[in-house]
């Protein structure tokens, strides 16, 4: 006999539990892991739905007391089915409950009330109705004359427009409706978030040979290896339209496509591109929809109305019956990385569900991860690239300009003086200038103004942040010293952190611009629904000069109209506790500097730094991918970072301090013990990087191992072990590899 362990009822959160059930023989053929069944549950044996998370030969307790599955469920099983199979991988990937799984998966679980549109119809032949509309117009009946006689003329009328504009409110339908001379239909109306416009219905613009070249490769490798493909094109390459031709051959094919954006600010110009092309076979889902946009949009994608999913992460687990194609655009973006558990990475993910549904994936990047591009270079992924802008436009002219000279020179300003000339200059020619605040990342570092040293830690490599107490903390190892009050290199007492924001910019243009309009585009000016699509489509219709904004205004944008973008200061990323803070910066610059001169002009980008000489900045500067790649990878692999090296971090939260504090060592120790072997560096426990936020502190244990496998079995073996000792009782865990 088989017997299946099943979760019962995701809604409820304590049963993160499998029950054991027997499969009935003529279910045994069938039944696998990931199906969604019915149970008898509970003492009054209700049918209850349920996911198959694992199939057994023995049972795991008594026969007498066991129950025997009813059946199959029917409906949505065969995409269900494949999600909850892909729930239970990630569960074992990411070390998370079976439930918070299953809750990321299938996030839309409670049912929205359908919203419907009614409408009256003619309910007799029209030679009836115009007989009974000759003896109300003869009585005193006129209202219900009138909604007769429209009826007449259009056979069928919306009830609330019949209301608005005939004064036929219900007290007038219903003796017409009860007589039976009118009936009342009602259909299903979706909430739509999408406000494109009607399809262009122009044929798209032929692809450039270097598309067209690229586009056959793709499809090549696909057919011949089936790897994932990375395509890397420098900003502007036209990597949107290569998507949309891979989309469209794909809906040929009668299948569906997933596309990841990594922030909502993308959204609004990415559905209108797409929108042009495919009509209403798009749809978006991203965190700012209502409940019922979100219901709707699931549902719209169950029935097939919907060919072409766009949005942030959760997209990724649209349910789509057909799915053909994934594309993770921007995919080096940290936003695909979840922060909560299950801590997915979208990239990872995506692979894992085309493998289980038959379909492929691309990457695409200016500046790919450094996993995606070893990944790459070691031939599990297949490369492509797009070498040059699309139409053959220039590379925009970049200068780095070095604040510590600007200081010598008297210039305390947030700006620059070249960047301020060539302010000037956009606004005299009426051309469009982006200014980008590099905040990403950003932990109170501490740096010289005359010399541009950062204070970090002598032992990671990564800057120490400035705590409240006045001390400089390093958040990977634990690392304090007492603040500094000269300099250790030039013994300047020019020390301090970089205190600028985006509204402290608006003030200073709008001081030294006073005729400039000016947008800004950061947390507070987005917190509201549409707060995007208003910001860029003012700034898209010129009816503003400058856009001043943080990391949301650098990415995947693209306004004709742009001639300049200033970086504020590159290194406030660049000094963040990270060791992907290089990373960060060059993938950042890369992509500011790439946002001038989309057009027929010619664009100028200007890099404000006090790090000029950091090859970040030069390589960004350069747009000089391998530039880049080659020296930071040489300083991964000093420092065993991936992905050099892989790591596991273990996050574990807890209200009492003390005990967090204990539980931490335990495991230190623990790990210690059950793998003694010198090529596993066990660094911590430390403070994560906010040690407390809402009075609970957080403590994280850095694993670095060669091999990923040895990770994985400590993993099992630490939550076996957490299992099984109260002391933890009270502490709460997270598990991140990378």
Not at 440 to 445: H, P, V
Not at 516 to 527: C, E, F, G, I, P
Not at 544 to 566: R, S
């Amino acid at each position: 006999m088989i017997y299946a362990d099943i979760i019962v009822d995701i809604s409820h959160e304590k049963l993160d539990r499998t029950f054991q059930y027997r499969v009935p023989e003529e279910l045994e053929d069938e039944i696998r892991e990931g199906m969604v069944v019915t149970v008898p549950f509970g003492k009054g044996n209700q049918e209850r739905k349920g996911y198959v998370v694992g199939l057994n030969s023995a049972p795991g307790f008594d026969l007498q007391r066991m129950k025997t599955i009813s059946g199959l469920s029917s409906g949505e099983e065969t995409t269900e089915a494949r999600l909850v199979a892909l729930a239970a991988w990630m569960k074992e990937r990411y070390g998370s409950t079976m439930i918070q799984a299953l809750k990321t998966v299938l996030p839309v679980q409670d049912k929205v009330k359908a919203r419907e549109k009614r409408y009256l119809c003619l309910n007799v032949s029209r030679e009836e109705a115009e007989a009974e509309l000759e003896r109300l117009k003869a009585g005193r009946a006129k209202a219900r004359a009138r909604l007769l006689q429209a009826l007449l003329a259009a056979d069928r009328l919306e009830a609330g427009e019949a209301a608005r504009e005939l004064g036929a409110v219900s007290s007038v339908q219903k003796p017409l409706l009860d007589a039976g001379w009118i009936r009342l239909e009602s259909s299903q109306v979706y909430r739509l978030p999408v406000k494109g416009g009607e399809p262009s219905g122009e044929a798209p613009l032929p692809l450039t040979p270097a598309q067209r070249q690229a586009v056959l490769r793709i499809q090549a490798e696909w057919r011949e290896a089936g790897r994932t493909v990375l395509l890397q094109g420098v900003t502007g390459s036209g990597k949107t339209r290569v998507y949309m031709e891979l989309i469209s051959r794909v809906m040929e094919e009668g299948r569906q496509a997933i596309v990841l954006i990594p922030e909502i600010a993308l959204t609004y110009q990415t559905v209108r591109r797409f929108y042009a092309r495919f009509g209403d076979r798009v749809s978006v889902l991203n965190s700012r929809l209502s409940q019922g946009e979100r219901y709707d949009q699931f549902k719209r994608a169950r029935r097939g109305d919907v060919q072409v999913m766009v949005g942030p992460r959760s997209a990724l687990f649209t349910p789509f019956e057909k799915l053909g194609l994934i594309i993770i655009d921007e995919e080096h973006e940290p936003a695909y990385k979840s922060e909560s558990s299950p801590r997915y990475h979208a990239r990872e993910t995506a692979v894992q569900r085309a493998s289980m549904e038959g379909a492929r994936v691309l990457l695409g990047s200016a500046t790919p991860s450094l996993e995606s591009f070893s990944r790459a270079l070691s031939g599990e992924y297949a490369l492509v690239k797009l070498e040059g802008r699309y139409g053959e436009r220039p590379l925009p002219d970049v200068s780095i300009v070095d604040l510590r000279e600007e200081l010598k020179e008297g210039n305390r300003s947030i700006f620059s003086r070249k960047l301020q000339s060539a302010m000037r200059e956009r606004l005299d020619r009426k051309e469009q200038t982006m200014l980008f605040l590099n905040r990403r990342g950003y932990a109170g570092f501490v740096s010289c103004r005359s010399c541009g040293h950062v204070m970090k830690c002598p032992h990671c490599d990564v800057s120490l942040s400035e705590h409240n107490n006045g001390r400089l903390v390093c958040h990977y190892c634990g690392y304090e010293r007492p603040a500094v009050e000269k300099c250790p290199v030039c013994s300047s007492p020019y020390i301090g952190g970089f205190k600028a924001g985006t509204q402290q910019i608006e003030q200073v243009i709008q001081k030294n611009f006073p005729g400039a309009a000016v947008l800004r585009m950061d947390y507070d000016t987005t917190r509201n629904k549409g707060s995007y699509e208003q910001i860029l489509s003012s700034f898209a219709a010129h009816q503003a000069d400058i856009l001043v904004g943080t990391q949301m205004i650098v990415k995947g944008h693209d306004f004709p109209d742009v001639t300049l973008v200033g970086v504020i200061a590159a290194d406030l990323s660049l000094n963040a506790a990270d060791y992907r803070c290089g990373e960060r910066t060059f993938q950042l610059l890369t992509q500011a500097v790439g946002r001038s001169g989309r057009g027929k002009k010619k664009g100028e980008a200007i890099i404000q730094t006090y790090q000029p000489e950091h090859y970040s900045i030069q390589a960004s500067a350069k747009q000089d991918y391998e530039m880049f790649y080659h020296q930071e990878m040489a300083l991964r692999s000093l420092m065993d970072y991936p992905p050099s090296a892989h790591m596991l971090s273990v996050l574990a939260f807890c209200e009492d301090e003390e005990a967090l504090s204990r539980g931490m060592e335990y495991l230190a120790r623990y790990v210690r013990r059950v793998y003694p072997g010198e090529d596993l560096h066990v660094i911590g426990p430390a403070f994560a990087s906010v040690g407390k936020i809402s009075d609970v502190y957080r403590k994280v244990l850095y694993l670095k191992h060669r091999n990923e496998k040895v990770l994985y079995i400590i993993r099992n073996k630490l939550e076996k072990y957490i299992e099984i000792n109260t002391g933890f009782r009270k502490l709460y865990f997270q598990y991140d590899f990378s």
